[in-house]
């Protein structure tokens, strides 16, 4: 009898660590482009370009050959405060609730829901009357990317170039930890106040066509845990009831031993 009641407190223990292993060891899908056959060719046929947004900043700069023609059209700082090498530092054009720029000269010029390009195309029309040939750069300054979740770094990211793709900015964020989940991926993506939330699948190829591929200023890209991660952090939680419910069981064995 002693030795059934002995042999069921061990059982229940076994039973109980045997819960908890088998909770945390899921195995999930890891691999990217898992439907990516050998040698498959996709074409890409990308032809997004980025749209100013409210409270972008915009950097602008006109040139012509007569380099003092295109002063009163360039926006500088006072001349006090000069930059570097005793020029004066030019400074950005914010667009405003309304989606117009302050422009020297020009007056207020919208330019909500236009790239770069448009925008290039609209000063030039407007600088007819003043310049020849102008030269216009234009750049959008705060271009920036946000990668949360589980990856091995996340954080805020400073795009250099005119795009960036979903890829590219878990690649600055060092890749999705082993407790990632690769599969539904959320991007929130914000147009003048409106936020739209878009899902990812990365282990499919489908996503290299995908709207949501080529990010915008300022869309967050959320990386959620895994079924591993999700057990783990149970586990955690449960560590301690664990030992005291297995301490119990010995604690039980032993006094059934003792007394007979």
């Known amino acids: 009898m002693i030795r059934k009641k002995i042999e069921l407190s061990t059982y229940l223990i076994l039973v109980v660590i045997g819960l908890v292993v088998t909770s945390c060891g899921s195995k999930k899908d890891i691999v990217y482009f898992q439907d990516a056959g050998n040698f498959e060719t996709i074409v890409s046929d990308n ?15 006109v040139s012509t050959q007569d380099p003092m023609a295109s002063i009163p059209f360039n926006l500088f700082n006072s001349a006090r405060n000069e930059g570097s090498f005793g020029q004066p530092q030019q400074l950005d054009y914010i667009v405003d609730k309304n989606g117009e720029i302050d422009f020297p000269v020009l007056g207020a010029i919208k330019v909500l829901g236009l790239n770069p390009q448009d925008t290039k195309n609209l000063l030039k029309e407007k600088l007819k009357p003043y310049l020849k040939d102008p030269i216009i750069n234009i750049r959008l300054r705060n271009f920036r990317v946000t990668v949360l979740g589980q990856v091995n770094r996340p954080g805020t990211y400073q795009v250099n170039g005119e795009q960036i793709t979903v890829l590219e900015a878990i690649g600055l964020a060092g890749d999705i930890n082993i407790k990632g989940k690769r599969d539904n991926i959320l991007l929130v993506r914000d147009f003048n106040g409106t936020k739209v939330y878009t899902r990812i699948d990365l282990t499919s190829k489908d996503v290299l066509s995908s709207n949501a591929y080529y990010l915008t200023q300022n869309d967050v890209v959320y990386v959620e845990p895994n079924q591993s991660a999700i057990s783990q952090s149970t586990l955690d939680n449960r560590a301690g009831l664990i030992v005291s419910v297995a301490s119990l069981l010995i604690t039980t064995s032993v006094i059934l031993i003792t007394r007979n």
């Open 47 to 61: 032809t997004q370009k980025n749209t100013f947004k409210i409270n972008d900043l915009i950097g602008i700069n």
